[in-house]
């Protein structure tokens, strides 16, 4: 398993920005793919982006679409997660998942195919 940890969340105005990392501690990220997935109280987790081993293929919820860009460093071992425009609805805890096999536009959401995940950190949107 990779030990992943998430940080960057924080409390924002509606229309603010922030921008999350996930780190890997003790492994390289070159071999994994990454999710980005969100779960706000009483909800579900939900998938919200996705990035593959080498950045070349990358998926997005439809409810970020051209709000959200998801981007890694191999090099800095990191996998970032850059939210513009953020809504009240974003608020929620944001984790970030690994997965050593490669993902599809269909299966990217589901959180069986991760086998390894962060702590989570804090997003809120409020003014």
């Known amino acids: 398993q990779v030990h992943l940890v998430e940080s960057g969340g924080g409390l924002v105005q509606p229309g603010g920005s922030l921008r999350l990392s996930c780190a890997a501690s003790?492994?390289?990220?070159?071999?994994?793919?990454i999710g980005w997935f969100r779960q706000a109280p009483g909800k579900e987790r939900e998938g919200v982006s996705y990035?593959?081993?080498?950045?070349?293929?990358?998926h997005y919820a439809d409810s970020v679409k051209g709000r959200f860009t998801i981007s890694r460093d191999n090099a800095e071992n990191t996998v970032y997660l850059q939210m513009n425009s953020l809504k009240p609805e974003d608020t929620a805890v944001y984790y970030c998942?690994?997965?050593?096999?490669?993902?599809?536009?269909?299966?990217?959401?589901?959180?069986?195919?991760?086998?390894?995940w962060g702590q989570g950190t804090q997003v809120t949107v409020s003014s």
């Open positions: 990035i593959s081993s080498s950045g070349t293929s990358t």
């Open positions: 003790g492994f390289t990220l070159d071999y994994y793919a």
């Open positions: 998942a690994g997965s050593f096999f490669a993902l599809d536009d269909s299966s990217w959401h589901g959180t069986y195919e991760y086998d390894s």
